[in-house]
């Protein structure tokens, strides 16, 4: 059903029924007057190259989860969604290596991969609706990063579209490889600022013979037993895959306990797994509360928890307005980054979640409430990381509160060095403009 | 003139005055000739002059006065790269930066250690290890190359199958960059920092983007427990073989290390023989560690897919000494080859595992052909595969029949759907091999962004990129052209 007269040109690009007109505006914005599915490579470059040709203006998206995450334009002219834009290309069983198109959901390509005992070892949330495309161009990592590491260390090769429609290859299909820059690294967290990723290939793992998750509920008061237990935990020669230390408010909400939770995922063989377990069990501090799940119990857990943020894809309207913040500090700083999420809740009248990783030093604040509270509370939040050396990214708000607060909160010294990437990548600035930071 | 030598040249003098001292420079030919080439020594070529700045203010003067003049100049750290990538060839003032060798600090707590570039690999791990941690990279060259080094090549090792290359491990960079300014990227270690990722980018770009002058690294705990496995195949398709069955078997051992008859030839006749059977064709070292409670069990795993592939011998390492030993034999395997051969090429091929059979016999085609040897020593687990080209450079033409065949070498590779360097760089050396990997667009894309950094290209020039590159030059120029 297409009415607009102007849309001729992209017509003559892709047929009637990839093509959609919404008339409805997406309160997280990045919209697009025009949205466009293309089903192949050739599509995708032949959007942008006509997108390059006369000047109009294109955002990607695919499952949506992370529509709310930057961008200070509410509609683009063309909306790319990548959602039909799917498929495993090519899994080498014994390479542990696979090649994927970017609009395929990370579970999905999960379910696939688990039928031949391999995984690939990134825990990104809402892995119903994420895309493996969408999670390395926002560089989504969960707490299992403090195991296996994040996008940078698992994407061995990418096909880039850039917004000239060349296609560009970075990398590789192979685990090691050193041959001219690392380009791969450039797009991976770049928000699709420098091409639409076409294909993903990424070194697999196999999958963990035996899984654990060890929670441990501190008393709300006793934060320094926290920091003296993740501290002699990490110098033990204990290897957990995960050590993220819920809020009181988050470990009511998924385990019924109110307490600071630290949870201790370990992946490895059965024996191995509940040597370990019994290691904390003969540790445990004095009044805290340990619980053990195994197998489908710590995998149940998992599932809950990758649901606890808000979804760009979320399709029922909240009255309240819902945040969530990226962020990052020095490992142990974490402890201080959740105390202060958890007094939210009285200073700021809010709904305030939050876990963060003591091994690798990320958090994620989810919030909730008045917009004003919430904008105030970002505000506080992202002061106090700052103080303490670090940084905090606005993963989601909706768009008309996104220009209240920087998303990502200001500009590195070096910025010039990414705005000149920038320019000679997309000089055009065709691609997801005003996306990422200071604006590119 | 505060600092007094014996020179006409106005530049050498101004380098002089910024290090300060005259014995922080050298400038004469006689000196000079230590600094014509690194591990590569194919190539030779002297530089202007060598500086060594004691810190990152010298560092950033002395990039400023060269760019300001003109002056083309690279930085060096132990000059152990295997692809020239240190060599002058325009003529460079090399900036040498060993004399920046502290380690300026280590947070246990927080699992990080800052040092200075030229701080030497090993001694990381030597100095933290009284408390249990280490730094995980371990090129073989570990005991003498340094960690900015590692950082310009991206530099792997023998167990980077488990825990990752140099990359993997980079959590700051403090650089000069090509006009002076000093930057910080990944302040504080703190992971994931906004923007585009600029330390993953400057990591292993053979030091044309800029000068690390401050690294921010990772430091692991050791593993509670590690054992190691030797296995003897007579056919080396048994042993390539079993490495897939290892993996396949969901185990992530730490270094799963193979070398051919060859090979083993040449390691027994060096300095650590540890008694390799010499009519075999395959040796496979297989190390696994983590949590002592998983390893046995993980090990007898091993042993089993190693008897169900004919294995002639199996067994894991007695003591912490014969573990020693067998990885002192395997960590020497390049220089071993002196033994057996008067000169010997390295090649750094990558492949996917599954082709190790069809690229080994490929190969020894290749080595048939040429009239040379060739040993093969590689990282299997990861299909890192160093080709070693043996030959004798007094003989005419031996040197350009080995450089052919090593370049032949990665053709097999990039036509498997591999390509040309796991963790050496490409360098002078594999400059050409680039169009192996990569077509014009691609390389384009990669100098484009070297522009944003290197604006006049003073800083190790001509390295890493395929030259002149007609083909690439006239696109870029159509392309600046249909920019404007």
Known sequence: MIEATNQWSIKDILPEDQILIEELLHPLGNNGRVTVFPKTEEEIANVLRYANDTGEKVTVMAGGTKRGYGGLTETADILLSLANYQGIVEHTVGDMTVTVKAGTPFKELAAYLAQHSQKISLDPAWPEYATIGGVIAANDSGPKRLGYGSARDVVIGLRMIYPDGTIIRAGGRTVKNVAGYDMNKLFIGAMGTLGVISEVTLKLRPLAKFESLVLLTFPETNSEQVRTFATSLLDSMLEPVSMELLSPSLSERLIGKNGYTLAIAFEDVESSVHYQEEFIKKNQPVHTDLAILQQQDARGFWEQFYKIGPSGAETTVNKETEASLKIGVVNMDVIKVIQESQTLKDSHNLVAEAHGGLGHGLCQVNLKGASEDVVSAIQQLRDSAVQLGGYAVVKHLPFTLRSKVDVWGGKPSHFFLMQGIKEKVDPNGVLNEKRFVGGI | ?484
Request: with cysteine.
């Open chain 2, 1 to 484: 003139m505060a600092v007094k030598i014996k020179t006409n040249d106005k530049h050498i003098q101004a380098l002089a005055e910024i290090v300060g001292s005259p014995r922080l420079i050298l400038f004469h030919q006689e000196d000079l000739i230590a600094y014509d080439c690194d591990g590569f020594t194919l190539h030779k070529h002297l530089p202007k002059a060598v500086v060594f700045p004691k810190d990152t203010q010298e560092v950033s003067r002395l990039v400023r006065y060269c760019s300001d003049n003109d002056l083309p100049f690279l930085a060096r750290g132990a000059g152990t790269g295997l692809s020239g990538g240190a060599i002058p060839v325009n003529g460079e003032v090399i900036i040498s930066l060993v004399k920046m060798k502290r380690l300026l600090s280590v947070d246990f707590e927080n699992r990080r250690a800052v040092v200075e570039p030229g701080y030497v690999n090993l001694k990381l791990t030597n100095s933290i290890s009284d408390k249990g941690y280490y730094y995980a990279p371990d090129p073989s060259s570990q005991y003498c190359c340094t960690i900015g080094g590692n950082v310009a090549e991206n530099a792997g090792g023998a167990h980077c199958l488990k825990y990752g290359v140099t990359t993997n491990h980079i959590l700051g960079l403090e650089v000069v960059l090509p006009n002076g300014d000093i930057i910080d990227i990944g302040q504080n270690g703190i992971q994931d920092a906004p923007g585009y990722d600029l330390l993953g980018l400057l990591t292993g770009s053979e030091g044309t983007l800029g000068i690390v002058t401050k690294i921010t690294v990772r430091i692991l705990k050791n593993p509670e427990a590690k054992q190691t496995v030797l296995a003897y195949f007579d056919k080396v398709i048994d042993g390539s073989q079993a490495v897939s069955d290892i993996i396949s078997a969901g185990i992530v051992p730490a270094a799963l290390e193979m070398m051919d008859k060859t090979a083993i030839e040449g390691v027994e006749a060096a300095a650590f023989p540890v008694g390799h059977p010499k009519d075999i064709e395959a040796v496979l070292l297989i190390e696994v560690d983590g949590i002592s409670a998983g390893i046995e069990e993980q090990i007898n795993q091993i042993l089993e897919v190693c008897k169900n592939r004919n294995v002639r011998e199996v067994r894991a390492a007695r003591d912490e000494q014969e573990r020693g030993r067998w990885w002192a034999n395997r960590k020497t395997g390049f220089g071993a080859m002196g033994a057996i051969s008067a000169d010997y090429l390295v090649q750094d091929g990558v492949i996917p595992r599954s082709k190790l059979p069809e690229v080994l016999s490929r190969i020894n085609k290749i080595s048939e052909e040429s009239g040379l040897r060739i040993a093969n020593i590689f990282h299997a687990g990861d299909g890192n595969l160093h080709p070693l080209v043996l030959f004798d450079a007094r003989i005419p033409g031996q040197s350009e029949k080995a450089l052919a065949a090593g370049s032949a070498c990665l053709q097999v590779c990039a036509d498997v759907g591999g390509t040309i360097t796991g963790e050496h760089g490409v360098g002078i050396e594999k400059k050409e091999e680039m169009r192996f990997v990569f077509n014009d667009e691609e390389i384009i894309a990669q100098t484009n962004v070297r522009d944003v950094f290197n604006t006049k290209n003073l800083l190790n020039a001509g390295k890493l990129f395929p030259s002149p590159g007609r083909c690439v030059e006239i696109k870029k120029e159509m392309k600046a052209a249909a920019a404007q």
